[in-house]
């Protein structure tokens, strides 16, 4: 088919981009490759810069030493769990707040205030509550998902197509059985649109809690070698962080593929 | 003998949520009375308030005053012994066709086996065996307005209330899903009320044609009862020379209405 060699044509134009990045990084912060351009030092450009090949050795070590797995499995709950709380409060509040209109005049200046309010600074008070483990880098997440999350649905469930809720309660649907079959469906779409970027700011709710302050977590590694000035290790903290979150935001999609099969697609032609 | 529905002395007066002063009286003291097996078309100038009465028959809107009689018993809440076809869209696009037909049993707690079987039968009555695992949105305007035909069908209401449900039909499909409907309704005598605004259509489905005046405050304004012989063809039966009759007699007094109606909407 057509489509996949165009496919394949944009996967190696990709690698090939991936490559050319590398090469510049590896030459430009080689100390022999290239003469010294702007630090009078060779030596400096790897110091700010890191090299590529001594980052990749990093991530080999960690994962082939064993260093990391605790690290990336506190990191990896506390994004999971932040993106879980979060975007199930969400969900529920949203869908909640949508059908009560009372509740949500009441609430909306509050919702829009906590919505303005920078939430990262939240996180001392977080790490009162809830001391320097999972639990606050967890909260910090949730305050970032959630609203995303909320704003979505409730939007989502307030643009349900008035004609399809008439026909759903001439068909003889209960109000729960609108909530399963009509709100919740049609609140998905816009739902799994927030969830792409929910799942970048669970990350950003976990790491940014492990710099303020833990003792285990990718964030703290990165953290630790910024404090010894290991360039290195902070480029391998970044790209295994990277490389998770894109795992994730992956597996969102595959749920998005298994949920959303009734939506059109644009171009649903076959190519014969 | 007991109307299977009966809209007495309806008015409905919306307001407007920002200026409670603003208010717009869409319908104005409207009796409608729809007997056992009767098909009433209503028909009247755009804007005039034809959905709005339907929408209180089938208790989707409460009147600001008048009452509704569902053989005889006061209406509330939700009509339960009327289908509504709708005359936009009303599929839930998340259903499969063959879901969508069977949501209303399933609403209902019809045993999934027992729903499955009926949606099937239903499916295939409307021409559409084969077509049951299609979304809304790969299934064409007819075959849509199919589903929805047999998803409300297949409850078996004793009154169907229409609202232009083949209005965004081109002409061929629409003759064919008119002939379809006189079928499928010559099988079980519904009572029908049919809201359109294309006069031929009325007179070529109903037994009794009611024009509304244009609106605000719209009301009856005539009823003509149609002799035409059934079973009919939609299609042929234009052609007759009492139809012609019939048209012409409607549609004098339906003109100036229209005429008012137009005037009003271009200002």
Redesign the interface.
């Known amino acids: 088919m057509r489509s996949s060699g165009n496919n394949l044509a944009l996967r190696v134009w990709q690698a090939l981009l991936l490559g050319a990045i590398l090469a510049f990084w590896h030459v430009g912060t080689s100390p022999t490759l290239l003469p010294p351009l702007y630090f009078d030092n060779p030596d400096k450009a790897a110091f700010f810069f890191g090299e590529p090949l001594t980052v990749l050795s990093r991530i080999w070590n960690w994962f082939y030493g064993g260093e990391i797995y605790r690290h990336l499995y506190v990191t990896l709950v506390e994004t999971i769990l932040a993106f879980a709380v979060g975007t199930l409060s969400g969900l529920a509040i949203g869908i909640w707040l949508a059908r009560a209109p009372l509740a949500s005049a009441i609430l909306d200046p509050y919702i829009k205030g906590l919505n303005a309010m920078p939430r990262l600074i939240l996180a001392p008070i977080f790490f009162v509550w809830f001391g320097l483990g999972i639990a606050s880098k967890v909260a910090i997440g949730v305050t970032l998902v959630f609203f995303i999350v909320f704003f979505n649905v409730y939007q989502g469930v307030r643009e349900v197509?008035p004609?399809?809720l008439?026909?759903?309660?001439?068909?003889?649907?209960?109000p729960r059985?609108l909530l399963r079959?009509?709100y919740l469906?049609?609140a998905?779409s816009w739902v799994f649109a927030s969830l792409h970027n929910s799942v970048g700011l669970a990350f950003v709710g976990a790491v940014v809690g492990e710099y303020l302050g833990s003792s285990e977590g990718v964030g703290y590694l990165i953290l630790q070698a910024e404090g010894t000035f290991d360039i290195n290790t902070v480029f391998a903290g970044i790209v295994v962080l990277t490389a998770f979150a894109l795992v994730l935001d992956w597996m969102v999609t595959l749920a998005e593929e298994r949920l959303m099969?009734?939506?059109?697609r644009s171009g649903e032609t076959e190519r014969l | 003998m007991i109307a299977a529905l009966a809209l007495e002395n309806i008015t409905c007066t919306f307001v407007s949520r920002d200026n409670r002063q603003q208010r717009y009286t869409a319908v104005r003291d409207a009796s409608l009375s729809v007997a056992p097996g009767e098909f009433v078309s209503v028909v009247g100038p755009t804007g005039c308030g034809k959905t709005t009465l339907l929408n209180v028959a089938?208790g989707?809107l409460a009147p600001s005053a008048g009452s509704v009689r569902v053989r005889g018993e006061p209406l509330e809440g939700?009509?339960?012994r009327?289908?509504?076809l709708?005359q936009?869209?009303?599929?839930?696009?998340?259903?499969?066709a063959f879901e969508n037909v069977a949501?209303?049993l399933e609403?209902?707690g019809v045993a999934p086996a027992a729903a499955a079987g009926m949606a099937n039968d239903w499916l295939k009555r409307v021409g559409l065996a084969g077509f049951g695992d299609r979304?809304p949105?790969?299934l064409s305007g007819g075959m849509r307005k199919r589903v929805s035909l047999a998803?409300?069908l297949i409850?078996d209401p004793k009154i169907l209330l229409m609202d232009e449900p083949f209005a965004a039909l081109d002409v061929q499909t629409r003759q064919l899903m008119e002939n379809e409907l006189l079928e499928l309704w010559s099988a079980d005598r519904k009572s029908v009320v049919f809201i359109t605004h294309d006069l031929e259509e009325a007179i070529s489905l109903s037994d009794r044609v009611v024009v509304l005046s244009a609106g605000p405050e719209s009301h009856p304004i005539g009823e003509y009862a149609i002799d035409l012989p059934r079973p009919r063809d939609v299609s042929e039966i234009r052609l007759s020379p009492r139809f012609i009759e019939i048209h012409a007699e409607i549609w004098h007094a339906m003109k100036d209405e229209v005429l008012k109606g137009y005037a009003q909407q271009r200002q």
């Open positions: 197509s004609v399809v008439d026909n759903a309660r001439m068909l003889g649907a209960s059985q079959h009509v469906p049609s998905m099969v009734w939506q059109p | 089938a989707l939700i009509n339960a009327a289908g509504y709708f936009s869209e009303a599929l839930m696009p998340w259903r499969s949501a209303g609403f209902r979304y949105h790969q998803q409300t409850l």
